[in-house]
């Protein structure tokens, strides 16, 4: 999805489908119990929860390189780890901290030494009119791969 769209479009696609699947296999099991207030309550959770942090991240890898936006995002079960303990005083087993270490190993990893091949499309692919006149920096984001 993220190469087809570009910014914040694709989340405005991949959420309500990912709302009607969710809904599609877990909806026939409690749609007897829901009452009005709680499906208020549900679609705003599931409007705001998965649109804030996603609209965040994107709107960061915009301002980061994709070296520290990938350090960052592997970094993100840690974090919730972190919050997890401080705040609601979950204690992470042994096999759930070793699973979290090597989650943000395999991620930072991923990130310093991954990437995706670009096709070759030859002299062709010269730069489009459309882009000749953002600066050198936006260029480089359009021609880099994201890790």
Request: charged fraction near 10%.
């Amino acid at each position: 999805m993220g190469d087809a769209v570009e910014g914040l479009q694709g989340l405005a696609v991949s959420l309500p489908v990912a709302g009607v699947v969710a809904v599609g296999i877990a909806g026939p099991g409690f749609a007897t119990r829901l009452t009005p207030q709680l499906v208020i309550l549900g679609l705003g959770l599931a409007l705001l929860l998965p649109l804030v942090p996603f609209s965040l991240e994107m709107l960061a890898l915009r301002r980061l390189d994709t070296a520290a936006f990938g350090t960052l995002m592997s970094l993100e079960p840690a974090i919730a780890a972190l919050v997890g303990l401080v705040l609601l005083h979950q204690v992470p087993g042994l096999p759930a901290a070793v699973g979290v270490v090597l989650v943000v190993a395999a991620g930072a990893g991923a990130t310093r030494t991954g990437g995706r091949a670009v096709a070759d499309l030859g002299p062709a692919a010269e730069t489009p009119d459309s882009l000749s006149g953002l600066p050198s920096r936006a260029l480089e984001r359009v021609a880099t791969p994201l890790g």
